[in-house]
């Protein structure tokens, strides 16, 4: 499975605001991003999601700046697994975003249902 990114933009409603990171690697945009060495961010799986800060506002390589929305926005994001449904607590995965299965630490809640395998979804960031 790969991961796509949303078709429009990101943002749906901006609560707080987009902070600026340098990327350390591949990051895609929509896609869960978590802290890296030296003041950068990296593209989140599910075994670094204890420290996602945010999602991605656009790709962006290596080196290059990166905008990242963090707690209190509503985004586009991608989520996979039918389970997904609307209040949610979700966590980050090489795939974008997938229902925390009882995981203590969310990191977004669902907006809306997604009824298929892998989708985009409103999450907003907590």
């Known amino acids: 499975m790969t991961y796509t990114a949303p078709a429009g933009d990101v943002i749906i409603q901006e609560g707080t605001f987009m902070y600026n990171f340098t990327a350390s ?10 802290a890296a060495a030296g003041k950068k961010v990296k593209a989140a799986t599910r075994s670094t999601a204890a420290s996602c800060i945010g999602v991605a506002a656009y790709p962006a390589t290596d080196g290059k700046k ?6 209190g926005n509503i985004v586009e994001a ?15 995965t090489n795939y974008g975003w997938c229902d925390s299965d009882g995981y203590p630490s969310g990191h977004a809640i669902a907006l809306e249902t997604q009824g298929t395998t892998t989708g985009e979804c409103q999450i907003l960031l907590i």
Do not use: Q
């Open 25 to 34: 690697g591949t990051i895609v945009k929509g896609g869960p991003v978590c």
């Open 78 to 92: 991608t989520v996979s697994g039918a389970s997904v449904a609307a209040g949610d607590i979700l966590m980050p």
């Open 66 to 71: 990166v905008g990242v929305y963090g707690p």
